[in-house]
């Protein structure tokens, strides 16, 4: 925990001690202490978007999560699944996430689903392709080993091909929790009204720059809480990383 | 007649265009010790990969386990070349991996393990993951994973070739201290030909690839064996002999 707020502080002071020294025009970067006045006078406002918005990205993320990994060991298993689904993920991921929220809004309305959708929709192809990487990379001794035990497929893929999978998965698992925040603000833009997301629109259309700066700073404590839960998790789960 | 464990007959293999293994024909005593040895390449793993029901003989061999025919997967126990431990799990976690895969109930195989990991100079250790381990006991984690998967014929390929000479000695008598108590029937490959008398009731020497059976020797030293074997004159006699053909074999293989 302190290991974390360290930087962090230090970034704080030289952003304070910039402003101060440079004598920096507040219109481009207000000093930290007044931002930090504006959150700690709407604290209630600004939690709300902290919670909204991480409900969104945090079940996005789950949802991708769960996806990626599910559907990598759905084409382990079965290849011929693999041949037809995969190019349709690869091409779903062509198509920009902006070009989506439209519809998804169309569909799910202005809820919470909307915006973990497209969260969602951000998050479970890196999983996917993480984890049929790290499957693949699994020495075939180790499977071939594992089979001379009368193993069957199920039981390679729960006791070897997963859990051989973890560092890969977790790689990807990182990544995709700052594009499930992205996803979750994306996803606010179309008309919502709550969230951080909202908070930006809003204070960048009526020049708050206080209050954009105040937003900025809630997105990145979402993003933050979602890696440090990322981190936690594979800290407890890939504590043997270093080899393999 | 004595029964037969293990019968090979005419058992050849091709990758591709390589011929790994010749015609090979062999039969093992229930109870046996057989060490195989041979120059590298020859096909000794090829050959366990076939014995382990991993790898199919080419057309015209059989394998006959217990005189019958039939899927070998799952039926030997097999120790690959490398130890082969999974990180994520502990020593004891290791050794139960093969009891799991059969889905033996879990209290009874984990009480067997916790016995036999004093047997395998594992006690105190049973709690610590592989990557904290000196080479020698992943070694010995590997071999009682091999034990606790209960089949009469174990396969061991080279199972301390990486260990150093003296560790390796002490492992040799401590197996066949091991074995003396288990009563398997073991198959051992090694590029040692001390340890290859020593251990064994019979080595087997192997010919350059492709590999065929050169020479099939028993050895009729008493048991117990100590480490004061390897110099009576017995031993060197023997000795003699099989470095006459192992080294006849690599020099072709050199050449080759
Ligand atoms: N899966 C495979 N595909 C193609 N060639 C193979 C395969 N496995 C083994 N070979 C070849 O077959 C031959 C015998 O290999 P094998 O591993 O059985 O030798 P070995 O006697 O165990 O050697 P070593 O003592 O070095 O372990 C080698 O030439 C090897 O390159
Ligand atoms: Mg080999």
């Known amino acids: 925990m302190l290991r974390a707020a360290l930087p962090i502080l230090l970034l704080f002071a030289l952003w304070e001690a910039a402003v101060v020294g440079l004598a920096i025009d507040p219109f481009y970067l207000p000093s930290i202490r007044v931002v930090a006045a504006a959150m700690q006078a709407q604290s209630g406002f600004y939690l709300d978007a902290y919670l909204v918005t991480l409900a969104e990205a945090a079940l996005g993320f789950a949802m991708g999560g769960l996806v990626g990994v599910a559907s990598a060991l759905l084409f382990t298993r079965l290849p011929m699944v693999k041949d037809m689904v995969l190019p349709i993920f690869i091409v779903s991921q062509t198509v920009p996430v902006i070009a989506f929220g439209a ?136 504590f043997w990383r270093e080899e393999l | 007649m004595t029964a037969t464990k293990l019968s090979i007959s005419g058992v050849g293999k091709n990758f591709g265009a390589v011929r790994a293994l010749d015609r090979v024909d062999l039969d093992i005593a229930p109870g046996e010790f057989v060490t195989l040895i041979g120059p590298s390449g020859c096909g000794k793993s090829t050959l366990f990969n076939m014995l382990a029901g991993l790898l199919e003989p080419d057309a015209g ?111 040799q008598r401590w197996l066949l201290d091991i074995w003396a108590r288990y009563r398997r029937t073991i198959i051992f490959i090694t590029h040692d030909i001390d340890e290859a008398i020593f251990l064994a009731d019979r080595v087997v020497v192997m010919s350059a690839r492709p590999g065929r059976i050169k020479l099939d020797r028993r050895i009729e030293l008493p048991r117990p064996r100590d480490a004061h074997l390897l110099t009576a004159p017995e031993f060197t006699a023997i000795k003699r002999e099989l470095l006459d053909a192992v080294e006849e074999e690599s020099l072709k293989s050199f050449s080759a």
């Open chain 1, 103 to 238: 519809i998804v809004v169309l569909w799910f309305g202005n809820t919470l689903m909307a915006k973990a959708a497209i969260a969602f929709y951000l998050t479970f192809f890196p999983v996917t392709i993480n984890t049929l990487a790290g499957i693949a990379a699994v020495d075939a001794r180790q499977v071939a080993l594992l089979r001379s035990f009368g193993a069957g497929q199920g039981a390679v893929m729960r006791k070897l091909l997963l859990p051989a999978a973890l560092p890969r998965i977790f790689t990807a698992l990182r990544l995709s929790a700052s594009l499930a925040l992205a996803g979750a603000i994306v996803g606010e833009w179309f008309g919502a009204t709550r969230g951080v997301g909202a908070m930006l629109l809003a204070a960048m259309f009526n020049e708050q720059i206080v209050s954009l700066w105040a937003s900025i700073l809630v997105a990145a404590a979402v993003g933050g809480t979602l890696f440090a839960a990322v981190a936690l998790a594979e800290r407890a789960m890939v």
């Open chain 2, 61 to 171: 061999g059989t394998i006959l386990l217990d005189g019958k025919p039939g899927k070998l997967l799952g039926r030997t126990a097999f120790m690959p070349q490398r130890d082969l431990l999974l990180p994520w799990r502990n020593v004891l976690d290791n050794a139960l991996l093969p009891c799991e895969i059969e889905g033996l109930p879990r209290a009874e195989t984990r009480a067997r393990a916790e016995k036999m990991a004093v047997d395998f100079g594992l006690r105190g250790f049973e709690k610590h993951f592989p990557q904290q381990l000196s080479g020698g006991m992943r070694q010995r984690v590997a071999l009682m994973r091999t034990f606790m998967f209960e089949r009469d014929l174990m396969l061991l390929d080279e199972p301390f070739g990486a260990l150093d000479a003296l560790t390796r000695s002490m492992m």
